[in-house]
């Protein structure tokens, strides 16, 4: 396994994190410094600033309820972040997917790469559903373009499924979506001249938020 990987497993930085550390002299291996691109084998033992470093013999996955108002990043850069709230025990997972500070709602976080893959990646297009709430009502017209024909962004044509919440409220709506470009709902609706007041996540492929509170976890 390569050192960068090894790394990545047993602290949950990611792999450019571990590059870096690399780089710096921080790492070593059987007590000595070492370089990138090295392969580590079950006999040696890894060290980071000092402590010694290990991955999981087992895999974890939990679904946080994240709250509005948290970073999905180790880094806030002046922000609070979700490991500010997580157990510490859970410190290492990585979250998959992505949540952007204002929306909130179902995040899962694993240490178990192949679960990472499958859920990311385009070729296994899984599903996920929002419940958003507009600062205006929803023009009929607006609504087909979304779902029939899709709204053009900068990156490309955006298509999502609109779904009504609740009878003669034209402010909310399910969203359903296979994709999942960088704050594309928002912008969606953004280039049509609405502004997403509230993003709130429920399901992400087989999984769902249930009853979940605002902040809590569910280790599955």
Known sequence: MRLNKYLALATGISRRAADEAISQNRVQIN?????????ITDQDTVHL?????????????????????????????????IYDILPEQYHTLKPIGRLDKD???????????????????????????????????????HRQMIS????????????????????????????????GRNRQIRRTFAALGYKVTAL?????GTYTLGSLAAGDIQEL
């Open 148 to 179: 029939d024909f899709g709204v053009q962004l900068d990156d490309g044509p955006s298509k999502l499924q609109v779904g009504r919440l609740i009878e003669g409220d034209d402010r909310k709506w399910e969203i359903t979506m296979h994709e």
């Open 49 to 81: 600033d000092g402590t010694l470093v290990t991955p999981p013999s087992t895999f974890v996955t939990i679904i946080m309820n994240k709250p509005v108002g948290y970073v999905v990043s180790r880094d806030g850069q002046g922000s609070q972040t």
């Open 31 to 39: 007590g000595e410094t070492t370089r990138q691109g090295r392969d």
């Open 103 to 141: 929306s909130s709602g179902l995040l899962l976080l694993t240490n178990d790469g192949q679960l990472a893959q499958q859920l990311t990646h385009p070729s296994y297009q899984k599903t996920k559903r929002y419940e958003i709430k507009l600062d205006k009502p929803l023009a009929p017209l």
């Open 200 to 204: 709130h996540r429920t399901h992400f």
